[in-house]
C-alpha cells in the first residue's frame, strides 16, 4: 500500500511551528503543508469565510491522498472544526483542543489566560475546552491583533514589540494568571518577550508538542503510523512561493525545500 | 438617464478616507463603496492575487452600472491598474498618479520619500510616476508593514505606535526628504504621530483630495457629473458587514449607513 501523508494546513507561516513539532515526533511521516498565504490573516475574519477558506484546503488536501488532516491554525480550529469534521472524509485534529487540556493540567491556581487572535477571542472555543476539561476555571481572554504582523515583519526583539506585549500582558498580571495559552501558531516565536515581561512563576502553554503528541498517539491507535524511511515534506502556499520560502527560512531558522503555488477558488 | 454611480474599492477600511474627500468634493454623486474584508490586507501579497482580487471587484462594479471606478488602494493602483484598465469597460482612476504629481510638485529640495505596504514599495509604481512628472528626483522608499495593523487596532495615538514610527522614519530623516508621501489609504490616520517626528518643515503628501479633485475634473471634461441632489452612499464588504461598520465608524467619525454582504468568488 502507498504511504499516505499528514495533511497540516495554516493561514500562513504559523503553522509551520507545528510542522516543526510534528516532524519531529514522527519522522517516517510524508508531510503536506498547506499555508494559504493569499487569504491570510484569518484571525480578523468572521466564521463563515475563515470555514469556506477552510473547507477549499481540506478539499485539496483529501485529494491529495492523506490520512489524517491537522488544523495548525487557532482561528480555524476555534471556528470551523465542526463543518471540517462534518464534510472531511479523514479524521482532523485541531490545535485547541490538546492546549486546553495541557492549561488545564498545567494550572495550580486556577486562573488561566488566553492570548490570540480576535476571531479565537469571540469564539469562546478556549474557555469551553478548558471548562470541559477543567470547570470552574477562572478564565481571561486577550486579543493581541499586533502580534501576528509583529512576527511577520521579523520584530520580535524589538523595544517596539516589547511595549506591545506590556500592554496586552498588562490584565494577565492583574489577574495574577500562573498559565498563559499562547493561542496562536505566530506567537511561540515571542515566547521569550512574553516569558521576561510575566516573570518566571507563569508557565506558557505552547500547542505545538502537544498537537504532535495527539497526531502520534492518534495514529498509533488506528495502525496507520509510518515506522520505516524518512518522511517526505512537501509545501504549498496559495500566493507567492517565493516570499513564503524566504519568511518559512527566518521563522525556522530551517530549509522548508521547494514552495509549490497552489491556487484555490482561482 | 438614470443617474449613474461612482464606484470606489479598496482592500478594506483605508479606502474610507478616500470615499470622504470624495463625497465632500462631489457631494452629488452616487458612490458605491466596496470594502474587500476577507482578502485584506493586499500589501503583503503578489501581483497576481491582487490583481485577480481587484478584476473580480471592478466586474462586480460594473454589473451595478458605474460610470467610473476609483481605485481607492495603493498597492492595487500600483500591482493592478494596468489590467484594470484594459479588461474594464469604464474608465479606472488610480490613487498613485494624483499622489506621485503632487509630489513632484510640492518638493523644493528634490528630495522625497515613499512610504508603503512591501507590495507597492516593491513596485516602484510610485519611484516611476515620480519621475515622470520631475525627473532626477531623488526618491526613498520605505516599507511600513505595522502601520496598517496599527490602526485597524485604533491604536494611533499610543507610545507603541511612537516607537514604530520613529524607527521606519529614521531613513527619511536621515536623507533630509522635505516630501514624503502617505502611500496608503490608512497612513492618513497617523498624520499627527507622523508629523510630529518629521518636524513642521516636511510636508506630507495625502493624496485623498488630490484623487478627488482628478475625478471632479474627469467627470466635468466627459460631461458627466451630477449636479443636483443628494448623492447616496452603498456600501459593501465582502466579510463581516456588522465588524466592517464598527471598524469604519471609528476611523471616520461619522456613520456610513448600512454595510451590505458581498462576497465574489464564493
Known amino acids: 500500500m502507498k504511504k499516505q501523508a499528514i495533511g497540516i494546513f495554516d493561514s500562513g507561516l504559523g503553522g509551520l511551528t507545528i ?11 510524508d508531510l503536506i503543508y498547506f499555508g494559504d498565504s493569499a487569504n491570510v490573516p484569518y484571525g480578523s475574519k468572521s466564521k463563515q469565510t475563515v470555514t ?8 485539496f488536501l483529501e485529494e491529495q491522498g492523506v ?23 479523514v479524521p482532523v485534529l485541531g490545535v485547541l483542543e490538546p492546549g486546553a487540556l495541557k492549561a488545564a493540567q498545567t494550572t495550580r491556581n486556577g486562573k488561566v489566560a488566553v ?18 476539561y477543567r470547570p470552574r476555571t477562572n478564565i481571561i481572554q486577550q486579543a493581541c491583533a499586533l502580534f501576528v504582523p509583529l512576527v511577520e515583519e521579523n520584530w520580535a526583539n524589538t523595544p517596539a514589540t516589547r ?20 493561542g496562536c501558531t505566530h506567537y511561540p516565536v515571542l515566547k521569550k518577550v512574553i516569558a521576561d515581561i510575566l516573570g518566571p512563576k507563569v508557565q506558557l502553554v505552547d500547542s505545538a508538542e502537544t498537537l504532535a503528541q495527539a497526531a502520534q498517539e ?17 509545501v504549498y502556499a496559495s500566493d507567492d512561493p517565493a516570499r513564503f520560502k524566504r519568511l518559512a527560512s527566518c521563522l525556522l531558522a530551517d530549509d522548508i525545500g521547494t514552495v509549490r503555488l497552489k491556487k484555490l477558488n482561482a
Open 19 to 29: 510542522l516543526q513539532a510534528v516532524r519531529h515526533t514522527l519522522p517516517h511521516e
Open 115 to 132: 492570548l490570540g487572535t480576535e476571531a479565537t477571542v469571540k469564539s469562546e472555543a478556549y474557555p469551553k475546552a478548558i471548562l470541559k
Open 163 to 182: 511595549l506591545v506585549a506590556q500592554t496586552y500582558l498588562a490584565p494577565v498580571i492583574r489577574h495574577r494568571c500562573d498559565t498563559v495559552i499562547l
Open 218 to 234: 492518534f495514529l498509533y491507535t488506528h495502525h496507520q503510523q509510518a515506522t520505516t524511511g524518512r518522511g517526505k515534506l512537501t
Open 67 to 89: 490520512k489524517l488532516i491537522i488544523v495548525a491554525c487557532n482561528t480555524a480550529s476555534a471556528l470551523a472544526l465542526t463543518q471540517l469534521r462534518k464534510q472531511c472524509h
Open 52 to 59: 469556506r477558506f477552510s473547507l477549499d484546503i481540506a478539499r
